[in-house]
Antibody
Framework: QVQLMESGPGLVQPSETLSLTCTVS????????VHWVRQPPGKGLEWMGV???????DYNSALKSRLSISRDTSKNQVFLKMNSLQSEDTTTYYC?????????????WGQGVMVTVSS | DIQMTQSPTSLAASVGESVTITCLAS??????LVWYQQKPGKSPQLLIY???ILEDGIPSRFSGSGSDTQYSLKINSLQPEDFASYYC?????????FGAGTKLELK
């Protein structure tokens, strides 16, 4: 069955770089898009960026200077790297699948990984 | 960027009642509107996409409507499991912005 699972450090020092991995199963990264979405505690959802099935990426302009998304199709993994972390980056990070060819919608989500930025 | 304005921010209702949540896009999104439900401590769950298309497995008491910039999610005959937060999302163009959410609480 379709599954997505985020993994990464729970604690990151301020100004350092966050590295997260989304490991997927039950579908191919070359057929589906994978998005990253984050949610601060008690707040709403923010779309961060996407790894398109063809291998290109798009980013939220608010994060673009700090964010990088890549993948390893042989390992069924999508990676997120974000540098210069600050306290406002303390949030739960989700990866989500999208199969739409025209207008995306996220039909499967990972369970999320909570990241705290603190010294 | 397309801004999504969702209302109300919170809503109290009773089991069996019907409620409507609205989402206003800052520009025409041509029906590319998605609704999610999120329960505390859980990931969002897809309810409706393309403004009106019910995701497989979602009860028919959920329905979506709207066009251009104005969209609505209606929940008929509220069930205990429906008390959650609801988010709309722009599915037209990046960034795929979300509304701020509506928290549906039990009256």
């Amino acid at each position: 069955q379709v599954q997505l699972m985020e993994s990464g450090p729970g604690l990151v020092q301020p100004s350092e770089t966050l590295s997260l991995t989304c490991t997927v199963s039950g579908f191919s990264l070359t057929s589906y898009n994978v998005h990253w979405v984050r949610q601060p505690p008690g707040k709403g959802l923010e779309w961060m960026g996407v790894m398109w099935s063809g291998g290109s990426t798009d980013y939220n302009s608010a994060l673009k200077s700090r964010l990088s998304i890549s993948r390893d199709t042989s390992k069924n993994q999508v990676f997120l790297k974000m540098n210069s972390l600050q306290s406002e980056d303390t949030t739960t990070y989700y990866c989500a699948r999208d199969e739409a060819t025209v207008a995306p919608y996220f039909d499967y989500w990972g369970q999320g990984v909570m990241v705290t930025v603190s010294s | 960027d397309i801004q999504m304005t969702q209302s109300p921010t919170s809503l109290a209702a009773s089991v069996g009642e019907s409620v409507t949540i609205t989402c206003l896009a800052s520009e025409d999104i041509y029906g590319s509107l998605v609704w999610y439900q999120q329960k505390p401590g859980k990931s969002p769950q897809l309810l409706i996409y393309g403004a009106t298309i019910l995701e497989d497995g979602i009860p028919s008491r959920f329905s979506g409507s709207g066009s251009d910039t104005q969209y609505s999610l209606k929940i008929n005959s509220l069930q205990p499991e429906d008390f959650a937060s609801y988010y709309c999302q722009n599915g037209l163009s990046t960034p795929y912005t979300f509304g701020a959410g509506t928290k549906l609480e039990l009256k």
